[in-house]
């Protein structure tokens, strides 16, 4: 075994346990912070394929960027996780049904035969001029145009469910609604002083008093 490919099949064992632990991860930070370490392990694995502007943009734009900001959110949004773990099991089947049925998808296509997974055969036979980041925006936008914008659709909606998130009604007593804080002036409800007399507590002694006995 070469060392190229011990480190892919490391890469991947890590990648398959960052993804398990972001599904199962029970703290939704938690979830997060593996979904990064899955993110940054792909990157890992673009760039031993020598697909660097795909690791790079990897890290970058997702880890850098999207992540970063469901991070914050959800930090923000302080999710009951008992309420939605109600409708987990309710819904388990039909997420184990879709599993398996895109792993058998994915295992069919790269055991048929007309698969040719290495469109340029060897890497090493790659002219020195080549640049990958041409022929991936020529196939973007030519041969995967419409898997593109299905992909583009997909993320709209992430971010319309984000928003839903952050208007939805939450039963958790300490949340505080942002308008009712924006409302609040200086002049009204932020502030009132109220005047109340001084109360002195004296202390009671407890000790007896032996004077009278001496005398």
């Known amino acids: 075994m070469t060392f190229q490919l011990a480190l892919f099949y490391f890469i991947a064992a890590v990648i398959l346990f960052g993804a398990l632990k972001t599904v199962t991860a029970k703290n939704p930070v938690h979830a ?7 993110f940054c392990m792909s990157a ?14 990897l890290v970058v734009v997702y880890v850098g960027a999207v992540m970063v900001l469901f991070l914050f959110v959800v930090m ?7 309420e939605m773990r109600k409708g987990f099991w309710r819904n388990a089947p039909a997420a184990f049904t879709v599993g398996v049925l895109m792993a058998l998808v994915l295992i ?35 041969t995967y145009l419409l898997q593109f914008e299905l992909a583009a659709v997909l993320l709209v909606l992430g971010m319309v469910a984000a ?25 009204e409800g ?5 005047k109340m007399a001084a109360e002195v507590q004296v202390p009671k002694n407890t000790q007896p008093d032996n004077t009278e006995n001496q005398a």
């Open 76 to 82: 923000m949004l302080n999710i009951d996780v008992e």
């Open 190 to 194: 932020r502030l009132r002083m109220v």
């Open 44 to 57: 890992m694995m673009w760039l031993l394929m020598q697909a660097e502007f795909l690791g790079i943009t």
């Open 32 to 38: 997060s912070l593996y979904l990064v370490l899955t």
């Open 108 to 142: 069919a296509v790269l055991l048929a035969p007309d698969t040719n997974l290495s469109v340029y055969g060897d890497m090493k036979t790659i002219p020195a001029d080549y640049s990958n980041v041409r022929d991936l925006g020529k196939q973007l936008y030519t």
């Open 163 to 187: 928003i839903a998130l952050v208007h939805r009604k939450s039963t958790n007593e300490k949340y505080i609604n942002p308008a009712d804080q924006v409302k609040v002036n200086a002049a």
